[in-house]
Every structure is written in structure tokens, then in C-alpha cells.
């Protein structure tokens, strides 16, 4: 490996895609890229990347089980994982998104090597628990999917092990932005109602099925994937904290603000209806997220997140173009 700086897992995927185009715009081009592109359209999205190569993530495990020589990298930024929150195949997820985690973690541990993973707000379950990243919070959490079950699982495993002294993880809550085609019906709500209103003017939104919620108030924490991007970077420099932490606004918005915000920039008025939430999903469904950003503040990163109105923007303009 002593050709690459960084590896970047999860690379084609939306944040990696995000994340490998910011470092290349700062001027990295030395990196090593690993996804499963398969037989997919995600390839599509290192179209204007610059790298030295891109291995399957099999690739990757076996070199480091193999005890491969680091060479040079400096850092590993772990965002591959399986985040269908509908997958079903616990022993699937409990491989790819812990055990695989852990073998990176490990080998990146043993070459002092800095490393950077996605954990995700899937964690925090139906939020009776609040959404705080201190670590003595950590234990008590009870995630509504295997998903996010299975990010919890390293969650956990760092934690009991005190490797929060010396990597750091991402609680990413709701992400969106461009490049997410490829995500099919895991993208994010501003590309399904982009192509709603485009084709028939008008957007679906799940009806509310708890009194407490009016239809479309449901709340989530919005991030623009440029935030997530400068966020997981800044964790990535060797004299950055480490530690678990949240990526969020740390401002609920609502589902019909988002939407009210895609009309907008497609300069169309509102036409919103409501119809059934499926029945698999009304009992595992986060009516509310927001992240309490106080614990990365703390730590002195300052930098401001988009506004929602600005990120799906942005968002929007790229998806015309």
C-alpha cells in the first residue's frame, strides 16, 4: 500500500462520493477507493474522481488480515456498510457492518493509523432516550432496526474497549445532497420529491400515525452531505479529538418543510398528499431526531451546517443539472 494516503470505504456510495470529491478538490489525488460496484450503476459516480485505485471491500479484509504493510497511509475513513434499514439478514449485517468494522479498526490500531467510521442515528431508536453522544448514554440505547443494530454493536465494542481515546465515529443523522441516484428507494426525500414533482407535480408523504404529530410535522435533523463531508475530514487529521459524535444541525425541521423547500426551488407551489405509512414500518419509524450537537462544539469545531432551505437548494440545482 505504499502508494496511497488514505483509504476511503464506501467510496461510490453518497457521502464517499461527496468526501473523495472534497479531498481531490484539496488537492489528494493518492487514494485508495474501496466499494462493491457489482453490477450496479454506482460506478457511475467516480465519473470526475481522481484516485490511484479502487479494490471490493474482500479485497481489502484479506490484505488486512494478511498483515499487508501499511506503507503510507495516514488515515482510513470507514463509511461502507449495509444501511438499508429494511434489510433483514441480521447475520448479513452483523459480517459486513460490525465484524468488517472491527477487523478495520483493529488492523488501523495495530499500524497507528488514524480512523474515521460512519456509526449512524439509526442507534438512537425511537429517541425516548434523547439523542445525546455522551458515552455513558451509549449503553442504554435500543435501535428499532437490524441496521441500526448493527451500528450499535461497534458502538458498543469501542466503547467497552476504550478506543474512543483514539478513533473517532459519526452519528450521522438524516444526510442528503447530490449523488444519491444510485440509492434507489434508500435516497433521501429531496431526490424522491425532486422526481415526484417533475413528473406529476405534486408529493407523497407518509400520514402521521400518533395523535401527537400532525400529518407531515414529523421531525427530523437534515444535513447537507457537504457538512458530513467537512465534519468527517476534520476528524481525519491525526491532532483532531477523538471520540463518538453526532453529525447534525441540531435543529429539527419537518417533512413538510423539506418539501415546501423542494417546491420552492423548483419555483412550483406546494401540492402535498398524504397517504398510509406500510405496516412494517409504522412500529420502527423515528418521529423525531435531533442531534445534540453540545459534545462536538465542545470540542472547538465551529463551522456553521447549511440551512435547510440552502442545502436542498443546492441539492435541487444538481439534480437539474
Known amino acids: 500500500m505504499n502508494d496511497f494516503s488514505t483509504i476511503i470505504t464506501g467510496a461510490a456510495g453518497f457521502i464517499g462520493r461527496n ?14 477507493l474501496v466499494d462493491e460496484l457489482g453490477k450496479t450503476e454506482k460506478w457511475k459516480n467516480l465519473r470526475g474522481l481522481f484516485y490511484e485505485d479502487i479494490w471490493d471491500p474482500d479485497m481489502l479484509r484479506q490484505a488486512i488480515l494478511g498483515e499487508v504493510d501499511p506503507g503510507q497511509i495516514q488515515s482510513v475513513i470507514h463509511l461502507g456498510a449495509c444501511s438499508a434499514t429494511t434489510e433483514r439478514d441480521a447475520d448479513y449485517l452483523i459480517d459486513n457492518n460490525y465484524r468488517y468494522s472491527r477487523d478495520l479498526c483493529e488492523w488501523c490500531l495495530q499500524h497507528d493509523i488514524r ?6 442515528a439509526a442507534t438512537y431508536g425511537d429517541g425516548s432516550k434523547g439523542y ?8 442504554e440505547l435500543e435501535p428499532l432496526n437490524m441496521y441500526g443494530y448493527s451500528k450499535h454493536m461497534f458502538d458498543l465494542w469501542a466503547l467497552k474497549n476504550g478506543l474512543f481515546d ?17 440509492k434507489d428507494d434508500m435516497r433521501s426525500v429531496v431526490h424522491k420529491a425532486t422526481e415526484q414533482i417533475l413528473a406529476e407535480g405534486s408529493v407523497k ?13 414529523q421531525l427530523r435533523d437534515f444535513v447537507f452531505v457537504q457538512d458530513a463531508v467537512d465534519l468527517t475530514l476534520w476528524l481525519a487529521e491525526s491532532d483532531s479529538p477523538s471520540g463518538l459524535f453526532n453529525c447534525g444541525t441540531g435543529q429539527a425541521r419537518s417533512w413538510l418543510d423539506l418539501v415546501t423547500a423542494v417546491f420552492s426551488a423548483l419555483d412550483r407551489e406546494p401540492r402535498i398528499e398524504f397517504i398510509d405509512m406500510p405496516e412494517q414500518l409504522q412500529g420502527k419509524y423515528q418521529y423525531f431526531t435531533e442531534a445534540d450537537m453540545a459534545k462536538l462544539r465542545n470540542t472547538g469545531y465551529d463551522a456553521p451546517f447549511h440551512s435547510l432551505e440552502e442545502g436542498v437548494r443546492k441539492t435541487v440545482e444538481s439534480i437539474l443539472a
Open 132 to 139: 445525546c453522544d455522551e458515552d455513558e448514554g451509549t449503553p
Open 19 to 32: 468526501l473523495v470529491a472534497e479531498l481531490n478538490r484539496r488537492g489528494l489525488n493518492n487514494l485508495l
Open 166 to 182: 483514539h478513533i473517532a465515529g459519526l452519528k450521522y443523522f438524516n444526510v442528503y445532497g447530490p449523488y444519491e441516484q444510485h
Open 205 to 217: 408523504l407518509f400520514r402521521s400515525h400518533r395523535p401527537d404529530y400532525e400529518d407531515g410535522k
Open 115 to 120: 480512523f474515521v467510521y460512519a456509526s449512524s
